[in-house]
């Protein structure tokens, strides 16, 4: 059934579609950038197709797929050696959005994905085609700084404005932290137990934990 | 925006305001107000700067993100079943649908599925917690009418369930129960009868609920033609759930992809006609009574048997081989130190929350922690209509129809 | 790590991100091969093994070691061929012929293994919570990726010796012991100094020394990495850290002289245990039992903070304090000839160069190096130079026109009245007492530190970036390993360039490149090496190789006569580029 969907694409944009899989039941088609919107439009108002509801949008960061750890250097810790940051395993291209669509009618389902490179990371707004392109292109570009060309008001939505970065990047620290009032490094302050940095006992002014864009080679 | 349509305004009154004339309407301006963050009447933490041209809404502009957790970069750093504890707190009233709708993608990840007996527990649990969720909503939606009643009946009877959840899974709202391939524990003897006896007082409430608010002159004036949105708008906007069949779209998870045991079940979808806020109420009234009916059915139905597969590559060992048998220990050493290898790949799950579909993008890159978890939720698309929906209307009405879309900061700010 | 082969699959988990890919070893005679319908170009002397892992299939084995004879003990690595004719053979055992198919996914294969893994637990103890191997042990590993089930054997488990204190460093327990025979293989043939052998029969086995002996070899640590499970433990980690607590990092041993690439695996600030890095042409996959313990200088009796006064009078302020007062003793002094700079040979080339900038701005005329004493050394991994970086310091020294002097010189020579010392390794007291200046950069605390004007804490090489020279020529990177600061420890050439800001000379020395930088402008051996540019398994520099060559010790493969006939520039720059491999 779904199968047929892919093809119906394939068919109707012949050279668009880079690829596609029925991974696990999930149909997708990748497609190329810039027939992106047009595949949209086609999907959502073709007779064939229906799939006025736009389920979601998800960003998807490459960089680290290929190693071995998603998280910082060890098992159980949180710290990254600094090998680990001179050698950046690279992951191109790295950003992975896709389109979850579904039709409430035929009842099938099919995600269009686009890949595009972290120098170029650029989608066209889609929120011409459907309302709720709004708030989901948003929060992607809040979470993980993929940009929608035509977006009439791409702004942060779940962080601050002042925020610096997207977290859901691959290279964004797991334990930085960015406040928007200063944090007292409180010198009576003690770890709690259990690993990190310093160990238990040890204060906090003496660990780097919460002070992790400070230089170390400065005085402070 | 506000900017525009002010200006605009502005000079539309300046254009009539005649300073000689005596009988010229009073010369107004618009009026910038902020509701929220922290607002008795609204819910949760979300922030609406309401631009008011005297009582009537010319434009909302929702600012969310007081309750961001950072469940997806949370998710990343913890092994697969650690991120069960954050889909509790995803969407709160119900939290067991969270955990199922996730363990439902990790298992697809994994191709594994759990036997049949956990399946109808996940039916009924999940049930449970969808009354659970409709009470609340409905609750909340009378209480900011003035029907205090309402509010304090629909607690009794979610009291009652929670009680349930709590001998089911030790916890009231934070249950963490499902686990992949199946669920932590099964019921507790007795605990079958115990939903049964305490289901029909819950019933016996929420058609009480239904007499003082269904038919009440006040409640029906407040709701009916307040924040409709047609059936192509709702699509467009993303909304899935009560609120999309409230417009008349027929889309139930449960009914056109059923997942576990829900093809076996015999329940309605109920759908409205209008797309309103009286609607919105209608619907959840009678899905709980659906979902009533699917609690019994599972029950009924409910096949002796494990809980579990047994599986070590996924389910922990039992107790017993743990602490007498290298294999046991070994088993329930990689699980819980290095967490479940998750083959490599990517899956999306959906299932029925209570607010709509409720997807998890899961992505493996085959290690013991996922390498991304995305969580759709379905308030989220909902809630970004809200200024479509309230647009035109009385300040007034913005509440009941903020209510009925029933925005759970949990899982639109993640 | 137990085997220092990545074993693609199972153990995968724990080894960190960004840990450097073992490439696959080079091809001399291809065959053309089939794994599991996968073509793959082996290399005629492969197993099956080596085969299958080219293409990334994984065929489990305990007693296996590419560099040990086959022993075929543990019947783990059985596989199909398409020669064997259904029967089961060992692909550790045999080779690979030219057109030959391996199925590796049989039922036959797989039921095999599960049978092993159930074989092999019979009297194995319930010991995972107690036991210093969890997390890097194969028999975990192997049990969730082939077994994953109850064991359906019924006995009671067989009593041996728990705590068998073989040598200084090894620990055995007997019950653990799956008698692959790898240590013994080891000691027999690697460290040639055959001190372990398999004792009684059957199920009774133990891995045991000669009466009366002891496994006191410098080489008996592998015998711990090489252990596929818990038997042999190091006596010096045990029960110090759980395993999956520790970050693990590429480093540089600073044991000795031959520059033993390895893993720095620590927590926080505390190092804890030191790990053999595969390098063929330095250290294969091993080192000494020295080189392990190497994380204590790392961890106790550190000089935290930067002090300033002599002895009891020493006073903590803040190291912007400590630099200001350091300036002060200093600026009077430019120029002035009875000031010299001391460098130690355990400094980081970075260090060194960061010293001799600052010698040379005071103008100071003399420069002395001090290094630990020379200890034992034999034929194959141990240099008798303590000092991992002695070349790399007279590297320096030369491209900032030094000329060292011996630290022993300081003694007699009472010319000398003011000191700059960059570490303070064989800097005598009585030397440091009657100095009328001494500024001095330290590792650890000790009556040297206390008898300096101002002492300033200096960070270990495995807690900064930099880079060595070993006795090889091999310029190699150091990682910061150890994550967490210490103290005000920073590294040498951090407090140089404080120094020098605060006596006012400009200069900008932000991080360890540009101060390699710094360097690489001024030495021709360094010329075109820039500190990323460096390559994993070192570069060798030019015209740097030793007089003479240790017989055992492991080499380029392009460099075939080593004594006494350094390659031209031209070729050991292609070995550099990786052509060696």
């Known amino acids: 059934m779904s199968k047929a969907l892919i093809e119906l694409v394939r068919e109707r944009f012949p050279g668009a579609v880079t690829s596609s899989s029925s991974d696990r039941g999930d149909d997708s088609v990748v497609v190329k950038r810039e027939s992106l919107l047009e595949i949209l439009t086609f999907l959502k108002n073709d007779e064939a197709t229906q799939m006025k509801l736009l389920a979601d949008i998800v960003a998807l960061d490459m960089l680290t797929y290929q190693s071995e750890m998603t998280g910082g250097g060890s098992l159980a810790s949180q710290e990254v050696t600094s090998y680990s940051l001179s050698k950046k395993p690279q992951g191109e291209p790295r950003y992975r959005i896709l389109y979850n669509l579904y039709s409430v009618t035929l009842k099938h389902r099919l995600h269009v994905r686009v890949e595009v490179r972290s120098d170029d990371a650029k989608v066209p707004s889609a929120v011409g085609i459907w309302k709720a392109a709004d708030w989901l292109e948003r929060l992607a570009w809040d979470m993980m700084g993929v940009e929608f060309t035509g977006h009439p008001n791409l702004k942060r939505i779940l962080l601050y404005p002042e925020f610096v970065g997207h977290p859901l990047r691959k290279d964004y620290p797991v334990q930085k932290r960015q406040p928007l009032v200063a944090e007292l490094d409180f010198p009576d302050l003690v770890r709690g137990p259990g690993p990190g940095p310093g160990g238990a006992g040890v204060p906090m002014s003496q660990t780097h934990v919460g002070r992790t864009n400070v230089d170390p080679t400065t005085y402070d | ?414 | 790590m137990s085997d220092l082969f990545p074993v693609l699959g199972a153990t995968q988990a724990i080894v960190p991100l960004g840990t450097p890919q073992t490439p696959p070893l080079a091809i001399n005679k291809p065959v053309k091969v089939e794994v599991d319908g996968i073509p793959v170009e082996a290399d005629s002397r492969d197993n099956l093994i080596e085969a299958a892992r080219r293409v990334g299939v994984a065929i489990p084995y305990f007693c296996y070691h590419p560099r040990l004879s086959i022993a075929g003990q543990c019947r783990m690595c059985l596989v199909e061929t398409s020669a064997s004719g259904g029967r089961l053979v060992p692909g550790c055992q045999v080779r690979v012929a030219e057109g030959l198919k391996i199925i590796t996914t049989s039922p036959a294969v797989k039921e095999n293994q599960r049978g092993c893994m159930e074989f092999h637990l019979i009297n194995h103890p319930v010991d995972c919570a107690i036991c210093d191997q969890s997390g890097e042990c194969k028999l975990q590993d192997y049990y969730m990726e082939y077994d994953h089930e109850a064991s359906r054997i019924r006995t009671s488990k067989l009593n041996k010796p728990k705590r068998v204190e073989l040598g200084p460093l090894v620990v055995y327990d007997g019950e653990r012991c799956i008698m692959c025979t790898r240590c013994v293989r080891f000691m027999d043939e690697v460290a040639q100094e055959p001190q372990l052998a398999v004792v009684n029969r059957g199920d009774h086995s133990l891995i045991s020394t000669f009466p009366g002996m002891e496994l006191d070899s410098k080489y008996s640590g592998n015998t711990v990495d090489i252990c596929p499970v818990g038997a042999l433990l190091n006596r010096d980690f045990r029960f110090t850290s759980r395993v999956w607590y520790l970050n693990k990092s590429p480093a540089i041993c600073t044991g000795c002289s031959n520059g033993c690439n390895i893993y720095v695996e620590s927590r926080g600030n505390v190092a804890y245990r030191e790990l053999p890095r595969r390098n063929e042409e330095v250290n294969q996959v091993w080192m000494c039992d020295e080189g392990r313990l190497t994380h204590h200088a790392v961890n106790d009796a550190r000089l935290e903070w930067a002090r300033s006064g002599r002895g009891e009078g020493g006073l903590i302020e803040g190291p912007q304090e400590a630099v200001k007062k350091a300036a002060a003793l200093l600026r009077p002094l430019v120029g002035y000839p009875g000031l010299a700079v001391f460098v130690s040979a355990q400094c980081t080339t970075e260090e060194a160069a960061g010293a001799f900038l600052l010698g040379k701005e005071m103008g100071a005329h003399r420069a002395f190096i001090g290094a630990l004493p020379d200890g034992g050394s034999d034929e194959f991994l141990i240099r008798a130079d303590k000092n991992p970086n002695r070349k790399g310091v007279h590297l320096a020294a030369k491209a900032f026109g030094y000329q060292l002097e011996p630290a022993t010189t300081l003694e007699t020579d009472m010319s000398v009245k003011a000191l700059f010392a960059m570490r303070i390794d064989s800097l005598p007291v009585s030397v440091l007492e009657r100095l009328e200046v001494a500024v001095v950069l330290a590792q650890n605390d000790g009556p040297v530190a206390q008898a300096a004007h101002v002492a300033l804490p200096c960070a270990s090489a495995y807690e900064q970036d930099g880079t060595f020279v070993n006795y090889y020529g091999r310029l190699q990177r150091m990682y910061r390993s150890v994550v967490a600061d210490r103290g005000d420890a920073v590294p040498g050439w951090v407090w140089a360039r404080r120094i020098l800001n605060a006596m006012g000379f400009a200069h900008e020395l932000r991080d360890a490149a540009q101060a390699f930088a710094l360097l690489a402008d001024r030495a021709g051996e360094l010329s075109g090496i820039t500190f990323q540019s460096i390559p994993d398994e070192g570069q060798i520099l030019p015209g740097m190789l030793p007089p003479e060559w240790p017989a055992r010790a492991p080499r380029p493969p392009a460099s075939a006569p080593p004594a006494n006939n350094p390659p031209s520039p031209a070729s050991a720059g292609k070995e550099a580029a990786g052509g060696s491999r």
């Not at chain 2, 996940?122 to 909340?140: P, W």
């Not at chain 2, 009914?255 to 015999?266: F, G, T």
């Not at chain 2, 009924?300 to 290298?326: E, F, T």
């Not at chain 2, 200024?387 to 009941?400: E, V």
């Open chain 2, 1 to 414: 925006m506000i900017e525009s349509s002010r200006s605009a305004q502005e000079s539309a009154l300046d254009a009539e305001h005649d300073p000689l004339a005596v009988e010229t309407e009073l010369p107004s301006s618009l009026m910038t107000i902020n509701l929220g963050p922290s607002h008795p009447a609204m819910h949760g933490t979300v922030r609406l700067t309401v631009t008011l041209d005297g009582e009537t809404i010319v434009n909302a502009i929702p600012e969310i993100g007081y309750l961001h957790r950072g469940f997806a970069k949370s998710s990343e750093n913890s092994t697969w079943h650690q991120v069960l504890p954050y889909t509790d707190r995803l969407n709160y009233v119900s939290p067991i649908l969270n955990n199922v709708g996730y363990i439902l993608a990790v298992e697809k990840l994994c191709g594994v599925k759990d036997p049949p007996r956990s399946q109808f527990l996940r039916v009924a649990a999940g049930e449970i917690s969808r009354i659970c969720d409709h009470l609340t909503c409905v609750a909340a939606i009378g209480l900011e009418l003035g029907a205090f009643t309402v509010f304090l009946y629909a607690v009794e009877a979610r009291e009652l369930l929670w009680d349930r959840i709590a001998e089911l899974t030790g916890a009231r709202v934070t249950t963490s129960w499902t686990r992949i391939g199946g669920i932590a524990n099964d019921s507790p003897p007795g605990w079958d009868d115990k939903v049964r006896e305490c289901l029909p007082r819950v019933m016996e409430l929420t058609e009480e609920v239904d007499k003082l608010l269904t038919r009440n002159r006040i409640f029906v004036d407040r709701t009916r033609g307040i924040g409709i949105l047609s059936q192509e708008d709702a699509l467009d906007w993303g909304f899935t759930g009560p609120c999309l069949r409230a417009t008349g779209v027929n889309y139930d998870v449960r009914k056109a992809h059923p997942y576990l045991v829900y093809d076996q079940m015999d329940f309605e979808v109920p759908l409205g006609t209008r797309g309103d806020t009286f609607d919105r109420y209608l619907v959840r009234i009678e899905e709980i009574r659906q979902s009533h009916r699917i609690v019994l059915q599972a029950l009924d139905k409910m096949p002796p048997g494990p809980v579990i597969i047994d599986d070590w590559r996924y389910a922990l060992p039992p107790k017993k081989d743990v602490y007498s048998s290298i294999e046991g220990v070994m088993a329930h050493f990689k699980i819980i130190m290095e967490g479940i290898k998750v083959p490599k790949g990517e899956a999306y799950a959906y299932s029925e929350g209570a607010n709509g579909e409720l997807g998890f993008h899961v992505v493996s890159n085959g290690q013991g922690k996922p390498y991304r978890v995305h969580v759709r939720a379905p308030g989220f698309s909902i809630l970004s209509a809200l200024p479509a929906l309230i647009k035109g209307h009385m300040l007034a009405d913005l509440i009941p129809i903020f209510d009925s879309i029933n925005m759970i900061g949990g899982e639109v700010e993640q």
